[in-house]
């Protein structure tokens, strides 16, 4: 039988760097299976796809489509040969309506030039209905929830009569039920007679989707395996080359416990927005303690993350710190006053992509390198040397950031404001695409800040994460407190019940914080 | 060490990377220089000859081109600050014609002082043009107002009302032209290279791409423009005052404007005639824009723009073109260099 991919003796070095992403590696898809990748970060997943996608060019090797061998140059050639592709940030048009968005490139015409609406609506309603898919053609994309804008993407391929579908991470932006509805669509269309890629790297995952696992280290395929026939463990020390234990160490705490950041009845609201972004919003964040805040996306966890580092001012309530009223305080202000602050966004808020390495790294401790106005070179020189030491960064001081990879750019985010902090230090999201090794490193780290008597504020949509790292949970729905789960109460809840307090369908009583 | 030192051997090679759109667009205006001269001219050959060669064939053409990029390379460093900062300066015109007329009549209302009235006039016209772009800064800051818009509209403004100042009450009656009175001798800067107009500007000029070079490189304050113009989320994250960075590099742009009028004035022109400077602002924005917002760039991308305003002024004196085929060429230039994709030749291409 033929297979549906057949990609031979691929190798791909990076210009300039002289990184080989791709060191002669073999892929086989077969019809109607699901395959997911799966590797470290870095390992060359995400450019193997590419070279599959016509985005890279390959400096050796072969593919063949359904049999035939055939050169890959350009995404739209890729399309002709029924290769889809899914992409981790998502490229749609907010203000167009679904079907739009699905038809753009390869618009439906009347009379040669005209853009013709309703056949596009027909059209498009039509693959949303074969596939089960429940999005509406008519809404526009901006008002979809993520997990519906990446149905969106899908849609847009499949009405491309794509028969094999690349999806790259596309797990990491949605919910647990997201997740789960997603893996529903994806059978779904392998039953349909589509041959699926999916590039992960959560194990689990790739026991509940995939037919089989193909395994990249550093450039290299390690092999595939049937899904059946390799455990998680397994998985995981093929990925690593090692075997890495999952669980976290955790020490009790006996330093002092004083209240460091506090936050009163703080409600964020804007105008023409009926609902609160924030409603009465309070809880106290203690020395020694990491206090997890978990909540499905749209309920105010970004909120409260634009609040802690002073992009969003509050309408009403009162934060203090350490006694101090900073109710009101910006950013500038917020981290004169120490706070330490890795973001979710690493990317358009934590770094500027075409600074150096080290020119990212000073900007909250900038004015310790000055002297008399001017810079310090040489010792901004000695610290980047060391932290990038430290934190087994692999970049060098020069480097546009930019050319770093997304869990090397993290690392030196988080270099920089563990260095800077002080008492406190808020952590959104912050291993939100980092493999296992550079994520155990995260989580390391934050313990160490913790057992050092810091209060550290953790938001992340990763349930086990918050529940392996967190002394005490607060969870959000629609922008207000409806549960705090204390220390003796995290040793007995499930995943299931977090999720009903998430979902709305369960809260605590009485006052909350 | 060695690791600097191979970031040395690379320098040439990634300086050579960078200037190859810079490059790839003066080939091409050239080339539409040559193909105009083939085309207007009964001469071509003779047109060319003057036009490529005239402005190096003596000192007097070499110095007048060289002093014709002095406020070119004021207004290219300018520009240059705002970009950094993410900020667009389109006043150019208006503030440097601005700094230009505060300066002069500044040096003549200041006279008795002497020398500290001409740096005192040389400050004032530098901080006309400043306030000007800043209000465009300011607006931008407090409403959000395009600084692109503003700063534009603005000059238009003030190019107007400098030019009845110089017609009404400020003209010189003693003279023919439009034009405010002379200033004082003592004043004036030293002529450098006889019999040309090049004047000790120059030296200015110089000195003040050096100290633009250490700021944004050296400075706290550079560096948090620098940081701010990259990625003004990151910058804010980073505790550094978005309101102050809408506004300073604006002023700072402006002033740089400003002080380059003065210098045409002090170092060529002496008086302020109605619209000397038409131009010198546009120009200074293609230069800054040929330079990639680079200090040090901006002298050649000056010289390179002055040569082809001098070579036209040669080839009209001594062939049968007219003086426009200069401002071809430059258009040429301009529209080029503000095509992205060519500037974008040869530079490295971000690996995600």
Redesign the interface.
Known sequence: MEHAVEMRGIVKI?P??GLRANDGVDLLLQKNEILCLAGENGAGK?TLMKVLYGLERPDSGTISIMGTQTPIHSPLEANRLGIGMVHQHFMLVDEFTVAQNVVMGKEPRRHRFTYDLVTTEKQVAEVIDTHHFSIDPNKPVGKLTVGQKQQVEIVKMLYRNVDILILDEPTAVLTEQEIESLFVTLRALAAHGTSLILITHKLHEIKAISDRVAIMRQGKMVGDYSTASVDEREISRLMMGESVSLSIDKKPYNGEKRPVLRFDDVSVVRRNQERPLLNKVSFTAHSGEILGFAGVGGNGLGVLEAVL?G?LPITEGTITHNGEDISHDD??D???NGLA?V?ADRL????????TVA?NLI??S??S??NH???G?KRIEERTRTLLDTYSVKG?S?M?M??LSGGNIQKVILAREMEQYRDHIVFSEPTWGLDIASSLFVYEKMLELRDNGAAVILISSNLDEILALSDRIIIFYRGTVVALLEAKELKQVTKEEMGAYMLGLKRQEGPNG | MG?ERK?MRFLPAKLARNSVGALVILAIALGVLVILSLLLSKTPGKTLRYFFLGPLQNTYYFGNMVNTAIPLIFGGLGISLAMRAGSFNLGGEGQLYGGAFVATISALAFAPLGFLGGVLALFLGAMTGGVLAGISGVLRMKWNTSELISSFLLSNAVVLIVSYLIAGPFMDPETNLIATGKIPESLRFMRILEPSNLSAGLYFALIAVLLVYLYLQ????G??L??FG??P?????????VHWYRVWPMFLSGAFYGLGGGMAIFGTYYACMKEFSVGMGWNGLAVALIAGFKPVAVIPAALFFAYIESGARNAMLHSDVTFEIASIVQAVVFFLVTSSVLQQIGK?R???
């Open positions: 990076y300039g760097t995400t580092g992009f950013s500038a917020l981290r004169r602050f973001p358009s808020v934590g770094s500027a992509l075409s600074a020119e900007i909250a900038r004015k390198y000055v106005g001017v810079m070179k060098r020069h546009p930019g050319t | 690791e970031r050296k400075t706290r304050s560096y948090e620098r940081m990259m990625n989320m990151f910058a804010k994250y980073g505790g550094i005052s490295k971000r690996v995600l």
